[in-house]
């Protein structure tokens, strides 16, 4: 069965300090992992995935399939990063299920 | 484009009343999804339809149906609510291929006393 863990319910870093909210999976197969964010009155929304490699305002996720994780970072965290980050995943390419973790609410103290 | 609309966007229902959860979507997208949001739980599948006339169950169905109506609708039925089922419910949406991307709706807070 897959799993998505993120350790961090809560995590606060000060403006312009690096962050790295923490993503964990199991999974046998070959899966496919997003970042999701949702801002404070907004929908939740698509911030990047793994397969397409991109950096989204200012943040990257690497897929480390060896430790299983797939930690958001950015270098130099904003006010208007603070939101809800959620990790997810699907099992393969095309699958209809989307597996989320717990989410992290991340708080950018300024 | 209004993207994905769900209503209604707060409802309070007691035990055993049934009620109605709509969705429908303006981006002729073929799949559709039902999520539940609970703290310490973040979303999880409740029913999808994959396309127009098919539906499937999700990790948590049990309480609920689902009506794939036509392309753009896709509604979610509590029959008989328990407390269990008070929630915020997500409807999403999203094109089959590779991306992946789901598009969400704003939710609905759902409160069964």
């Known amino acids: 069965a897959q799993r998505v863990t993120q350790p961090e319910k809560l995590l606060s870093v000060f403006k312009g300090a690096p962050v790295e909210l923490k993503c964990n999976y199991s999974?046998?197969?070959?899966?496919?992992l997003f970042w999701y964010v949702q801002y404070s009155r907004q929908r939740l929304q698509l911030l990047l995935r793994h397969i397409s490699r991109e950096s989204i305002k200012g943040f990257t996720a690497d897929l480390n399939k060896g430790e299983t994780s797939f930690h958001l970072k950015k270098p130099f965290a904003q006010e208007e990063d603070s939101a809800m980050y959620y990790c997810a995943l699907r099992k393969r390419a095309g699958a209809n299920n989307l597996f989320f973790g717990t989410g992290t609410r991340l708080t950018v103290i300024p | 484009n209004a993207g994905v609309t769900q209503t209604p966007k707060f409802q309070v229902l007691k035990t055993g009343q049934s009620m109605t959860l709509q969705c429908a979507q303006d981006m002729n997208h073929n799949s559709m999804y039902w999520y539940r949001q609970d703290p310490g739980m973040g979303l999880r599948l409740i029913y999808y339809?994959?396309?127009?006339?098919?539906?499937d169950k999700g990790e948590v169905p049990n309480g609920y149906n689902v009506s794939r109506l036509n392309k753009r609708e896709f509604s979610l039925r509590l029959e008989s609510a328990a407390p269990s089922q008070t929630s915020v419910y997500f409807c999403?949406?999203?094109?089959?291929?590779?991306?992946?991307?789901?598009?969400f709706g704003e939710g609905s807070r759902l409160t069964v006393l």
């Open positions: 339809s994959a396309s127009e006339g098919t539906t």
């Open positions: 999974y046998s197969g070959s899966p496919e």
């Open positions: 999403a949406s999203s094109e089959v291929g590779r991306s992946g991307e789901l598009f």
